[in-house]
């Protein structure tokens, strides 16, 4: 079972664990398809003029082949979401990261300046 984190400072979860957003959307969307090929196969066969349990039989044997399908996409779907959730983070956080080495070091270049000389040249030039 997946459990949540309990504080942001916490490490995200491997890319390929379930957790409950991926688990979720699989669930969203197989009980989504189930229900729309439960719905298709009822007006089906009620258009082609067959009996109530045949139609019955029918409209819950699609109803539960989609729910399976559907519930398989979606868990797909949320991995590969969530993957590209984390590489996406994670490059940025590297970008953030070389930023704040740049701005360090050109701190450090502007300490490097002696005070009574702005331009950095060392004496007068003219």
């Known amino acids: 079972m997946a459990t949540r984190n309990s504080s942001s400072n916490q490490a995200a979860p491997r890319p390929g664990t379930p957790t409950s957003a991926t688990i979720r959307m699989g669930s969203l969307a197989g009980g989504a398809l189930g229900l729309l090929g439960f719905s298709l196969a009822i007006v089906c066969g009620l258009s082609a003029g067959n009996g109530f349990s045949q ?71 003219g």
């Open 55 to 125: 139609i019955i039989t029918k409209a819950i044997v699609t109803a539960v082949s989609l729910a399976i399908l559907g519930g398989l996409a979606g868990t797909i779907a949320g991995h590969v979401i969530r993957e590209q959730l984390i590489r996406r983070t994670t490059e940025i956080q590297q970008r953030q990261e070389e930023a704040r080495q740049a701005q360090v070091a050109a701190a450090g270049a502007k300490r490097a300046i002696p005070e009574g000389d702005p331009s950095g040249s060392g004496g007068d030039s």
